[in-house]
């Protein structure tokens, strides 16, 4: 309640003050507040209650902190963000259920974060693919784990790689499609609460507690067996049929390009042929008709001193 006495405060910068937390009641009253700063400070976590009555918030930096996990709870209260900044913390995954409720993000800064490049990150793959694409501005994710994956970009990792992710269970299989089958009957309202748990526990993988605490140890232990080791890569696959549909149209209309190009330059070739085989033969009978005129010349260059003789 610190800031109670100045509601209309629009933007509060709290940065480079060593804040080690931040009580979930600290922020009430500033409903109208747009621009918050937390960055270079001793964040170690976030509680999913802090920024819940604020709804007109657009630009959020938590960048150089300590933050080991982002609340997934917290996306609700963030749908109108335009910026985020989560660079330079201790992030090793992030929930992508709290980045699909960004829905408004413009640009995201990531880098600085030892990422763990396993099964449980390939959802986040999935996702920076499809905000890229929609033109959000990402800056990296460069991955700390494991010691094969070190220093190289999540962005260019080959899908292959991740193969040993979607062949390990068949629960990978089986949760996308139960998962997927739950959305479409939630939105139809022809199911129960049967749905429900299956659909949480693939959008929501991992708890701040599970996935972030302990350095992502308790992500693995936490989950069990009934969460899948991977999120479901069913969903890329619009985007990729996206990419594939644009590649085409580009590729169709830079060929259609190149042809027109080479059609003109044949009609300005013909047309450049036409026209000097044109210009030949009238210099040609140019020339002619001017040797027939000389020739016309000396013909009666010569009668004239005869005819001067005769007379």
């Known amino acids: 309640m610190a800031f109670r006495e100045i509601p209309l405060v629009r933007i509060l910068d709290l940065s480079n003050n060593s804040i080690t937390s931040v009580s979930p009641?600290?922020?009430?009253?500033?409903?109208?507040?747009?621009?918050?700063?937390?960055?270079?400070?001793?964040?170690?976590?976030?509680?999913?209650?802090?920024?819940?009555?604020i709804r007109s918030l657009s630009h959020l930096d938590l960048s150089h902190n300590s933050l080991w996990g982002f609340p997934g709870a917290m996306g609700e209260s963030l749908r109108n963000l335009s910026h985020l900044g989560l660079a330079h913390n201790r992030l090793t995954r992030v929930d992508r259920s709290l980045l699909e409720a960004l829905t408004r993000l413009d640009s995201l800064t990531l880098r600085g974060n030892p990422w763990r490049c396993d099964c449980q990150l390939m959802g986040l793959k999935l996702w920076l693919?499809?905000?890229?694409f929609k033109g959000g501005v990402v800056d990296e994710?460069?991955?700390?784990?494991?010691e094969e994956m070190r220093e190289r970009d999540l962005q260019k990792v080959?899908?292959?790689?991740?193969?040993?992710?979607?062949?390990?269970?068949?629960h990978y299989l089986f949760a996308n499609i139960h998962h997927l089958e739950s959305e479409r009957l939630?939105?139809?309202?022809?199911?129960?609460?049967?749905?429900?748990?299956?659909?949480?526990?693939?959008?929501?993988?991992?708890?701040?507690?599970?996935?972030?605490?302990?350095?992502?140890?308790g992500g693995g232990g936490g989950g069990g067996g009934s969460v899948p080791e991977c999120e479901p890569k069913q969903r890329h696959r619009p985007v990729n049929l996206r990419h594939a549909i644009a590649t085409v149209?580009?590729?169709?209309?830079?060929?259609g390009i190149v042809c027109l190009m080479m059609l003109a330059a044949a009609v300005y070739g013909c047309a450049y042929a036409a026209i000097m085989a044109k210009y030949q033969r009238e210099l040609k009978k140019n020339e002619e008709l001017a040797a027939a005129q000389?020739?016309?010349?000396?013909?009666?260059?010569?009668?004239?001193?005869?005819?001067?003789?005769?007379?």
């Open 294 to 311: 000389r020739a016309d010349h000396a013909t009666a260059d010569e009668k004239e001193p005869l005819e001067n003789a005769i007379a």
């Open 25 to 53: 009641t600290a922020l009430l009253g500033l409903r109208t507040l747009q621009r918050l700063s937390l960055a270079n400070n001793n964040l170690r976590e976030l509680d999913k209650r802090l920024l819940g009555p």
């Open 158 to 170: 080959p899908y292959q790689l991740f193969h040993a992710c979607m062949t390990t269970s068949y």
């Open 186 to 217: 939630l939105r139809g309202h022809t199911h129960g609460n049967h749905a429900h748990p299956s659909s949480h526990a693939l959008h929501i993988p991992m708890a701040m507690g599970e996935g972030f605490g302990g350095g992502g140890g």
């Open 129 to 132: 693919e499809s905000y890229i």
């Open 249 to 255: 149209i580009i590729t169709g209309v830079v060929c």
């Open 141 to 146: 994710v460069i991955c700390s784990q494991p």
